[in-house]
């Protein structure tokens, strides 16, 4: 009933009672936005702008990307609060994918933040970081958590957010100042210590990385590195069984295995962690650790291939395949691999050598016939995309797509009675209605060009030989 007493009493513009009816009707209901929007509106129309303003907030915690909550804000704040009005620009600029605008739009906001105001600056400094990092600029986001850094009551997860981008640039010194630091802030605890630990580790200080930790498996890791292999095996040992299901134990498992050269027993455990891991990079540089140590140099190249694709690093894993199929190129998962990273970097011409390479392991490989045709038909070379989608049609009578795409094709080359053989096998399996009309359109056109094809006799009674076997 407040429902509708509260639309009566709009209608009528009695304002004030409305609000209140839809008040009662949002406490029963306190997830309908479609309320908060009224709430607001209403709000707004009685000159309320502080209470509309905590309507439209509300919308924004249920729906993040509301345009209208935006909206609303942005104009509320605009001659009112321009710190609020930048970053509710910000944020709306920065959900629709435009980082650049929310950028501007957030430094504008550093200049309006009241100097007594702290947590603000924090925040919209953070915010810029991570904009920044969302663009690619790694050293400007960096620039923006030192300036955080100064200041008390930075949050913890700031630290470790910033030690993880150092992390992952290798600038481990960087790292590990800003975990310490963190530890003088008053955040010496066991997020920031195993942070530090797995720092030490990657920078090789295995022997300051068991200082910090509290984690047996990292434990047993910082032995293993400083060759402490007796004392590893004795606490691996010794582990309880609810450790020996975790994927740190098997690579643990492996990496003692490997110093101790049982390789053979470190590809076991490797694979034990594919199982629970799998397709991780950590699996594919174990195994090319273990195939560099047994001279294996073809699956060496061929994980250091996939470790490094996983990784983004295109240019070396291309490297790597290379290597790999100039000792064996019969696999057809790394041609693959090898075809679809070169057309990924626009060489389009090298892809299509190994596609070829494929067709000649497995002469009815769709996909690699399809890339081909394709090729063919981007470099003009039309009667090569022809013999390709003949060879597709032949691995498959029933794919519509690839006949008329044949049917196209015996066009461009001037092949008439094929093409109308194509285009009459294809209206025979065809129910769309729409691309029956088109393929009829065009085996009308075909059958009423006056003269004989240039095509030969020899390809007429091959291509025949085709659409005759049912």
């Not at 209206?427 to 729409?434: A, F, I, T």
Request: glycine share 2%.
């Amino acid at each position: 009933m407040s429902l509708q007493l509260a639309e009566q009493f709009e209608a009528n513009e009695q304002y004030e009672q409305a609000l209140e009816e839809y008040k009662k009707e949002f406490a029963q209901n306190p997830q309908d936005i479609a309320l908060l929007e009224r709430l607001g509106h209403l709000s707004l129309i009685l000159d309320r702008p502080d209470e509309a303003a905590e309507y439209y907030y509300a919308i924004l915690q249920l729906d993040v990307s509301n345009s209208l909550a935006f909206e609303q804000l942005m104009s509320i704040y605009e001659n009112k609060d321009r710190y609020k009005y930048y970053v509710y620009r910000g944020n709306k600029n920065s959900i629709e994918g435009k980082f650049e605008f929310a950028i501007n739009d957030f430094k504008k906001a550093l200049a309006h933040i009241d100097e007594n105001e702290e947590r603000q600056l924090i925040m919209t400094h953070l915010t810029l970081a991570n904009l920044y990092l969302k663009t690619g600029k790694r050293d400007k986001a960096i620039d923006e958590f030192n300036l955080i850094l100064e200041h008390d009551g930075v949050p913890e997860e700031v630290f470790l957010q910033l030690a993880d981008v150092y992390l992952q640039d290798e600038a481990y010194s960087s790292a590990i100042y800003t975990l310490n630091k963190a530890k003088e802030k008053g955040y010496d605890n066991d997020h920031i210590n195993e942070a530090l630990a797995a720092v030490y580790l990657k920078s090789g200080e295995a022997d300051k990385a068991i200082d910090c930790t509290k984690n047996e498996l990292v434990k047993i890791q910082c032995l293993l590195e400083e060759g402490k292999s007796d004392e590893a095996r004795e606490k691996l040992e010794n582990l309880p069984e609810e450790y020996k299901k975790l994927p740190r134990y098997f690579t643990l498992m492996a990496q003692f295995a490997y110093t101790s050269k049982d390789f053979d027993k470190a590809l076991e455990y490797i694979e034990e962690y594919n199982k629970v891991e799998q397709n991780s990079p950590l699996t594919y540089q174990m195994r090319a650790l273990v195939y560099d140590e047994t001279g294996d140099q073809y699956n060496s190249h061929l994980n250091w291939g996939r470790y490094n694709m996983l990784r983004g690093n295109n240019d070396v894993a291309i490297n790597d395949f290379m290597n790999a199929v100039k000792i064996k190129d019969n696999d057809v998962n790394v041609l693959f691999s090898l075809a679809d990273m070169l057309t990924e970097m626009k060489e389009i011409n090298h892809a299509a050598e190994y596609y070829e390479k494929i067709i000649k392991i497995d002469s009815k490989n769709k996909e690699a016939l399809r890339k081909l045709a394709q090729y063919k038909e981007s470099i003009g070379d039309y009667a090569s995309q022809t013999d390709y989608l003949e060879m597709l049609y032949v691995a498959d009578k029933r794919d519509l797509a690839v006949l008329k795409d044949l049917a196209a094709a015996y066009e461009k080359i001037k092949s008439k009675q094929n093409a109308i053989d194509a285009y009459t096998k294809y209206l025979e399996m065809c129910n769309d209605e729409v691309e029956i009309k088109k393929a009829q359109d065009k085996l009308n056109r075909l059958q009423n060009l006056a003269g004989d094809s240039d095509e030969s006799a020899g390809l007429i009674d091959k291509i025949m030989a085709f659409f005759t076997k049912k």
